[in-house]
Structure formats: C-alpha cells, structure tokens
C-alpha cells in the first residue's frame, strides 16, 4: 500500500462488528472500498470475540433500536443463506428481574417494563413467567419470589466470530479489498476526500467510515477522546453438573438484574455442545483503560467474585471454580448509548463505532445504515437518537491522533 493509491472510494477503519458490516454492505452495494485493520480480523483484542452473543428483538435500552434489531436478524439469515454458516441461534431469550423496579444508571431504566413495552409495540412475541413458573419450566435457574420472567422466544445468541468472518467473506467476494496489520496513524481532510496515513503508506478516499472501537478516541481526537471510554470486560465459563447438563444445554439465553443498582447485573448462555460448562459475565464502567494499557489476564479472585455475587444461590447445577476467562473491550459514550454521527471537523469521516456493551445484537443492521448513508446520503432506520449533537462539548482543535 506504499505511496498514493486511487483505486478507493471509501475506506473503513477497524473492521469488528460494525465495520465487517459496513465493509460487506458497501461492497455489496458495488463501491470500491478498502477495510482496514491493524489485527486479523476476527480477533480477541477488541470487543467481538469469546464465542457468544446475546441477540433480542424488544430492546430495554430504548425503543429506537428495535428496529436495528429486527433488520440484523434478517441480514444474518440472508448471510447465512449466501454463506451454509450457522450465525443465530434462537434458542430463546429469558430476562429475570422484577417489573416496577427502575434503575438510577442512564441506562436499563425499568429494564423489564421497556422491553415488555417494546414487544407489545412492535407485534414481538412473548410470554411473561411468575418466579414458580421459571423454576419449573427452567430448573436451572432459582429466582426469588417477586422475581418475574420475561421470554421472547425469538431471542437467542450470535457466534461473532463467525459472523465477522462471513461479512469479511462477502465483502471480498463483492470486490473489497482487505488490509490486516496495518496501523491507521492519522486522518486528514485533503481536498474532496481524505488521506489516511498508516504504517504501510498513505491512501486518498473520498470517505472513511471510523469503527475502531477502543482504539477510537485515540485516533478521532476531540470531542470524542472525552466522549469514548474504553471499559475492561470479563466474561467466565463455570463447569456443568453432569446431572444438569440436558437443562443447561436446551437453555435460553438469560439476563438477570437483582437489584435496581445499575451495576447489579449480570447474563449468560447454553451449554455449547461438547463444552461442558457455561459462559457468564457481569459489566463494569468504573474503571477507564485503554487497549495498550489494559490488563489482559484475569486474576482467580475475579471467577471468584463473580460466583459468589451472582451464581450461588441463582444458578442450579454450575460449579464454583471456572473452567477459564477471557477480557475483552467495551467502549462507552457519556449515556451508554451508541454514536453515529460525521465527525464535527470534516464531514467525509462518519464515526460508527461505539456500541457501549450492547452493540453486536444490532451491527449488522448498524452496517447497512452506515453503508446507506455513505452512498445515498441517509439511512432508512433512523439513526438520530445516536447523534453527537445531544452531548455538550467544548469546540476545540479535533485533530486526529494515532491508531496503533
């Protein structure tokens, strides 16, 4: 990629769950167009990896990402379809809480009632269990009396992994070309277009779609480098009682928040065949990091920690020692809602990247907007809810920085 390279019209920049869209949907749309990553994509350095993820169609978040939820799940069948690949599993998703308890976070607020809210607007079935009929139905799971279920059956989990590679597939099918190992050190408006300068050379495109993820706020420089907050992340696998392993293997996906802290709350998913175990996670925003900077082991006492708060007493048949724990990255706005929206100091650099811990279930309908509002100029989901103008930031030099 030495040198002054024309043959791009638009080039996208981290090529995770929204940018292996956005590549994918440009280049099925016939635009030459150049993803960039400075790993292999898909990896674990990021925030795509680790097997699972959870996927919904009402959305407790809020209401304006029904619909990129609906239009994901049809585009992962559609991939599927082009691709023999196994990407949705709807095994059913279950949300465990209580209705009227509200949350003091920016997010989540009345969880359970949003989504219940959600369903009845958007047509999406559902059942709601009382704690008796989750015991009952799910004897994997142990909720309080006063607890509440909510099931969609049309709920589930993705493997992202695999559905990074077969978007990466396509694009390159579709004509894309793919640049792995390479750094994006800076992006400047020249002219009409922009010039992303990396560790392999110096490429001219008219737009560049950033989705860089924890790498972002480095590289788009203000307003977003006080907007972005990069989070460590660990999920665990906790071993499966032998007597409970047809339970946990016919399980739905879960979430569960106990307590109307925002922190208090943690989800899960089946036994994956042949595994043996299940795979848990709980989030936390407290601590800011950065990819060079973050601790990548797990300590024991975490795994630790995780049981004791979370599993024991709630979880029937999951062993207390975790079978192992990976870390991965979530980057967070102000809201923990998304940002997509054209960087404030050049109008040709669209910024879709962060998903604040909830963005995969949505990407791929996330990737198509992007790749409509790149080519025709808007999208046909309405993606104002994520703009960058309802954040107060001071308007300073917006520079971009390093990407490395």
């Not at 080039?11 to 280049?27: F, H, K, N, P, T």
């Not at 100029?377 to 309802?390: E, H, K, T, V, Y």
Request: charge should be negative; proline fraction near 6%; glycine fraction near 10%.
């Amino acid at each position: 990629m030495a040198g002054h390279t024309p043959g791009w019209d638009v080039a996208v920049v981290g090529l995770g769950a929204m940018g292996s869209a956005a590549l994918y949907q440009l280049a099925k749309q016939g635009v030459r167009v150049l993803g960039i990553d400075q790993f292999t994509p898909p990896h674990d350095r990021g925030s795509t990896h680790g097997e699972t993820r959870i996927t919904r169609q009402a959305i407790g978040e809020g209401a304006a990402y029904v619909p990129l939820a609906l239009r994901s799940n049809e585009i992962w069948r559609e991939l599927e379809g082009e691709t023999g690949e196994r990407l949705l599993k709807q095994v059913g998703c279950l949300i465990i809480g209580r209705m009227d308890q509200a949350t003091n976070g920016p997010i989540r607020t009345s969880f359970l009632a949003t989504t219940k809210r959600a369903a009845e607007d958007y047509g999406i079935s559902h059942e709601i269990h009382g704690a008796d009929q989750i015991r009952a139905r799910y004897p994997q799971f142990m909720p309080q009396d006063g607890e509440i279920g909510y099931f969609e059956p049309g709920g589930g989990y993705l493997d992202p992994e695999r559905c990074v590679a077969a978007q990466l597939r396509r694009a390159q099918d579709f004509g894309a070309d793919l640049h792995f190992g390479t750094n994006v050190l800076s992006l400047t408006g020249v002219g009409n277009g922009v010039q992303i300068t990396t560790s392999q050379g110096i490429v001219h495109v008219s737009k560049v779609i950033v989705s860089a993820g924890p790498w972002a706020p480095e590289l788009l420089g203000a307003p977003f480098d006080r907007l972005l907050s990069p989070s460590r992340q660990v999920m665990h696998w906790f071993p499966v009682a032998q007597d409970m392993t047809s339970a946990w293997a016919n399980s739905p996906v879960f979430i569960w928040a106990p307590s109307a802290d925002p922190k208090d709350f943690f989800y899960g998913f089946p036994s994956l065949p042949g595994s043996g175990s299940m795979k848990t996670a709980g989030e936390q925003y407290d601590e800011v990091t950065t990819p060079q900077t973050v601790t990548r082991a797990v300590d024991p006492a975490e795994p630790e920690a995780m049981y004791r708060a979370y599993l024991r007493g709630r979880l029937r048949g999951v062993g207390s020692e975790s079978i192992k724990s990976l870390t991965c990255l979530y980057t967070v706005t102000p809201d923990s809602h998304f940002l997509i929206d054209w960087h404030p100091e050049n109008d040709r650099i669209l910024v879709v990247s962060p998903c604040s811990g909830h963005g995969f279930k949505h990407s791929a309908a996330v990737g198509e907007a992007a790749a409509q509002v790149i080519v025709e100029g808007q999208s046909q989901i309405d993606l104002s809810p994520f703009a960058l103008s309802r954040f107060r930031w001071s308007h300073e030099s917006c520079n971009c920085k390093a990407y490395s």
